[in-house]
């Protein structure tokens, strides 16, 4: 399974309304999170909706899981190339460039020869040559990395997940869902969510109507003096935690692990510039602000 490259600590407080109808509800585990999907409706609609999941995220993990060695991308970063890419890699691969567009590099996939060498006690100034995904060469027909790239996708494909699954669901006719993939999406609401970081417990809630939300949290694990988030700059988090809300899980995801390396300017242009819904980010000194 996809190790987590962050920590999401943002948790349902209650899934909905009691004035909801019937809820059933899929748990399990994939690409390194508790995964939970709980949907509202007529019991028929609901089973056939939530039987479908396990089969989704299985290709999900077959394509971005780091730990299976059959996975798409370990393929990839084992053989510099991968012929064919399959649709869910061809997608997450455009995304992940907007992403990169968006934070003008500060999300950047080819980090993980760093996380690589941050694991194995090994020299990360020589890994961090490696990063640029501007040298990635992508097409529907081929992905080729360069000399001692390699990728992860830890920091979007769990949002891209999630985007995937409300399609799913809605092709079933569900209305009212809260899908919990690492990140958090809502299918009608309001939901009510609590907001927490490692370092200072809770710190609020969200309501969530129609909206996803990511969140990341530098501190919740570390490697000697380094975050476990990376910034393929080499920069120095400025936040415990940062939240995004937005349309989009993949993009609140993307943008949330590089908005942990931004200044509040930075941040106020990033909002504008990817029409996020709000910002909150929370100091170490237990500060929350709301961009």
Not at 25 to 48: C, F, N, Y
Not at 67 to 93: D, E, F, H, I
Not at 107 to 125: E, H, K, L, N, S
Not at 232 to 254: H, L, N
Request: proline share 4%; net charge positive.
């Amino acid at each position: 399974m996809m190790k987590r490259r962050r920590f999401l600590t943002l948790a349902a407080a209650f899934a909905c309304a009691p004035s909801l109808s019937q809820a059933d509800t899929w748990s399990g585990r994939a690409l390194g999170a508790d995964v939970s999907v709980t949907l509202h409706g007529p019991r028929e609609m609901t089973q056939k909706a939530l039987a479908d999941v396990p089969r989704l995220l299985k290709n999900f993990e077959q394509t971005f899981s780091l730990y299976q060695p059959t996975s798409s991308v370990s393929k990839l970063n084992m053989m510099g190339r991968l012929r064919n890419p399959n649709a869910l890699m061809r997608g997450l691969m455009d995304r992940a460039d907007q992403a990169y567009q968006l934070t003008d590099g500060g999300f950047d996939p080819t980090v993980q020869p760093v996380w690589y060498a941050m694991a194995r006690g090994r020299d990360v100034g020589r890994a961090q040559d490696a990063i640029g995904w501007h040298r990635v060469r992508s097409s529907d027909d081929m992905i080729e990395l360069q000399t001692g790239q390699a990728l992860t996708f830890n920091g979007i494909a769990q949002g891209f997940a999630t985007d995937v699954m409300r399609l799913l669901l809605a092709k079933h006719g569900a209305k009212q869902a809260l899908i919990n993939i690492g990140e958090q999406a809502a299918m009608g609401g309001p939901f009510t969510l609590g907001l927490e970081d490692p370092e200072h417990g809770h710190i609020g809630t969200r309501e969530l109507s129609d909206r996803a939300v990511a969140t990341s949290s530098p501190g919740a694990l570390r490697f000697g003096d380094h975050s476990h988030i990376l910034s393929p700059k080499g920069d120095t988090p400025r936040w415990s935690t940062v939240s995004i809300e937005a349309q989009s899980a993949t993009f609140a995801d993307a943008l949330s692990t590089a908005a942990v390396f931004m200044d509040e300017d930075a941040l106020k242009r990033l909002k504008v510039r990817a029409n996020l819904h709000r910002i909150t980010t929370v100091d170490a000194e237990a500060n929350i602000r709301t961009i």
